[in-house]
C-alpha cells in the first residue's frame, strides 16, 4: 500500500498493496515492468479525489480485472 | 503521440497516438479510464532514457499485448 518514494529510484515503489477493493476511487493506474531494480511488475493507482498513490497487488484477481477494463475502453 | 498537456485538466490528454512499436523502450505505462471529460481510455507510456509521455493507441494489438505482459509480470 505505501509508496517508498516517487521518481527513478533503482530499487522497488511499494513496500506493500492495498487489499481492500477501491476501484471505485481510482483515477488512474501506473505500470512499471519488472527492471533491474525491481523483479516484479508494480502498480500504483491515482485515486480521484485525494490524489493519493496506492500500490496495488498484481496478483489480485480485482485488480486484474480494473485493468482489462479500462483496456476495454470501460471505467473501473 | 502527442500530450496536449499534463495534470487534471478537464479535457482528453492526447490529441493523437504513436504507431511505431516502441515497446523495448517503454518505462512505465499509465492508463487513465474514461471520464466525464474524456470518453475513451487513454494510455500514455513514459520512455526509458528520455523520461518523453507518449501516447499509445489502446485498439492496436502490440499496445493491449504489452500491457498483457506487464500484468503477467514481464518485461514489455
Same mark, same amino acid.
Given at each position: 500500500?505505501?509508496?517508498?518514494?516517487?521518481?527513478?529510484?533503482?530499487?522497488?515503489?511499494?513496500?506493500?498493496?492495498?487489499?481492500?477493493?477501491?476501484?471505485?476511487?481510482? #483515477?488512474?493506474?501506473?505500470?512499471?515492468?519488472?527492471?533491474?531494480?525491481? !523483479?516484479?511488475? *508494480?502498480? /500504483?493507482?491515482?485515486? $480521484?479525489?485525494?490524489?493519493? #498513490?496506492?500500490?496495488?497487488?498484481?496478483?489480485?484477481?480485482?485488480?486484474? !480485472?480494473?485493468? *482489462?477494463? /479500462?483496456?476495454?475502453? $470501460?471505467?473501473?
Amino acid at each position: 500500500m505505501s509508496l517508498r518514494g516517487l521518481g527513478v529510484e533503482p530499487r522497488c515503489r511499494c513496500s506493500g498493496t492495498e487489499h481492500r477493493r477501491i476501484g471505485k476511487l481510482i #483515477e488512474s493506474i501506473e505500470l512499471f515492468p519488472p527492471n533491474p531494480h525491481c !523483479k516484479d511488475t *508494480e502498480i /500504483i493507482a491515482t485515486l $480521484k479525489s485525494t490524489r493519493q #498513490e496506492i500500490c496495488l497487488d498484481i496478483t489480485a484477481p480485482w485488480v486484474q !480485472k480494473i485493468v *482489462e477494463k /479500462i483496456m476495454a475502453n $470501460k471505467a473501473p
